[in-house]
């Protein structure tokens, strides 16, 4: 299973109704520490100079592995501008304030609420990118989307 | 951004699908085409059940995901997840790119087209 | 001394580097049709072009990314996909024209038929792209495209009624024997001439190549804050000759001969001669931009390895396309299609393309994640989204007032 084969699939409630679609899927990064003078080290870089490339500056964890968390799922398709609404930007205006009104209703739920990842009835079965369909367990929680 | 100073949220589409895959040496590889899931222990991933991300795809995908098809799973160049070494802008392999499959068209066009050309090895910033 | 020297140098490439093909053209039409009356639509491009380089290059100079990685990051394969599409034609044509005029100005200088100056042209900058550093190609093809001022001093020669030159200027006041929807159709063009998407996919690479530094940064911003503003001046100048020499005497102008006519008979021969090697360098500046940008853009949406600064063998794809680019438009200009049509084509589609450059710039500008504390202050965002909307209102009326003048005509 990959990520791509989840973004956009419908998901239904315990019950059969449908909930929305899948716009995103939320991972957790385990941050390690980086190797004691290891290059790029968080508070390394916060002496990189003026001379130093302006990149150098920019926001880069050492990760390790990846879990997925859950699934964001909302009322419509993802559209352009991928997850903006999730972020605090509120300028320029008027385009955060649009995309957030696109995606209002947009809830984050866990994984462990995922009940079963099946084939979708209702997609054209000699299509072979056809999506799967979710659905969710009884007693799902519906969790805020923000990032924050 | 997270309350546990040990892990970072982070969206799949927002943050990294899409992004510029750079090898240990800075040079770009490709981009994050899609991100393939696994259970503990090497299972497949199931519904509900603990799953992590096993490797990223880069390459053909995006035609896929252009077009629509699916190309097999045992076709796509891959790169472990156990090789990134930092996500920031960019996603950051820990090693060379030379080691990966995900490049061979650019060492194709380049040992067949561009490195024949005289100059294609001539290094622009050199003081000539 | 020799920092006063930089600063000055900078300034003058981006004078030099800011008129290309698409400005001269289209300046001298608008000049001959419609006198100084969209003098107006220079004035709002030059601040337009100010806002959108000085901004992408500061988000490519910050994040490490240029603008199409960050258009497909931030718009998805699908959408980034149609995108590239349509940018990469644009900026296919705006080569084709920069291309075509190397080979019409060549042919000034010599006489020697343009379509034999078309290969030669060709060649020449592939010459360029594949062995110069970047940093001598910027500032020798800058430097000498500020020969064109010679269409400045022509003016002066002139010696035009400037009140009545301001007149026409301010409030703007269209010649009663043009149509409304042609003046607004030039408008579109004029202002996709001094908006053209290359220069932002240019700049927002070479502020990678270039690994810009704070002070990179602040360096660039006045060279583009100075610069571009004297080279929409220039712009000025090529309209007002053409205002004041070609739409008395009902001449509209449709080749580059006639571009330069006002200089020949207010300057002679010399200055002639020194405004054509303008237009060489000029339009050869362009032709090396836009080259480099057809690389950049499919290099960045596929992710492959691009950039001048890498020998071509460590970029070959990058390299690969830069020929194919090349190529394409030496054929297509083989075909004998005018150059002169073919760059008022790529100004009115530039406008066109434009919102698929400049929305996505924006709103990552806007975006800490990517932008940290350099995120974009009020001022820079109220004018942001004041182009917002021009850019939007432009790229759309483009096409309608394209089929209803028959393209101006």
Known sequence: MNVGDLLDARVLGPDGAALGVVVDVR????????????????????EAGHDAPLSAHARRDAVGGARLVGLLVGPRGAGSFHGYERTDVRSPWPIPQLVRRRHRGTFLVRWEDVASVEADPAADPSADDAKPRLRLAPGYDELPAGLG | MTSDARERIVDARLHLLGRQVLDADGEPVGAVDDLALAGPEGAGAEAGREAHIDAILVGPVLATRLFGGRVPDSRLPRIAWDDVGHVGTAVELTVPSDRLDAVWVERWVRDRLIARIPGGRHDPEAEE | MKKLLAAALGILTAIGGFVDIGDLVTNAVVGSRFGMSL?????????????????????????????????????????????????????????????????????????????????????????????????VMENVAGL??????????????????????????????PPGTEHPASYWYYAVALFGAAMTPYEVFFFSSGAVEERWTAKDLGTNRLNVLLGFPLGGLLSLAIAACAAVVLLPAGIEVSS???????????????????????????????????????????????GWSWGKFRRPARAARFHLTMIVALLLAAGILMTSVDPVAVTEMSVVFSAVALPLTYVPILVVANDPGYMGEHVNGRVVNALGTVYLVIVVVAAVAAIPLMIATGAGS
């Open chain 1, 27 to 46: 991972l957790a990064l385990e941050v390690v520490d980086e190797p004691e003078g290891g290059p790029g080290a968080g508070e390394d870089r916060e």
């Open chain 3, 39 to 135: 003098a107006w639509v220079v004035v709002l491009g030059v601040v337009g072009i100010v806002l959108f380089a000085s901004m992408s290059g500061r988000v490519a100079a910050v994040s490490g990314r240029a603008t199409f990685e960050i258009i497909r990051e931030r718009l998805g394969p699908r959408a980034a996909g149609a995108n590239l599409l349509a940018s990469f034609a644009i900026n296919l044509l705006t080569l084709t024209a920069e291309v075509g005029g190397i080979a019409l100005a060549l042919h000034l200088a010599s006489s020697v038929e343009p379509r034999l100056w078309i290969p030669v042209a060709a060649l020449a900058v592939w010459l360029v792209l594949w062995r110069v550093k970047f940093q």
């Open chain 3, 144 to 173: 000498m495209g500020l020969l064109l001022v010679g269409f400045a001093i022509a003016l002066f020669q002139l010696g035009p009624d400037w009140g009545e030159l301001l007149r026409q200027a301010v409030p703007p006041s």
């Open chain 3, 256 to 302: 580059l001969s006639q571009i330069v006519l006002p200089v020949a008979q207010a300057g002679g021969v010399l200055l002639l001669a020194v405004v054509v090697l303008g237009i060489v360098a000029a339009t050869f500046g362009a032709a090396l931009e836009t080259a480099l940008s057809s690389g950049y853009t499919l290099a960045q949406y596929l």
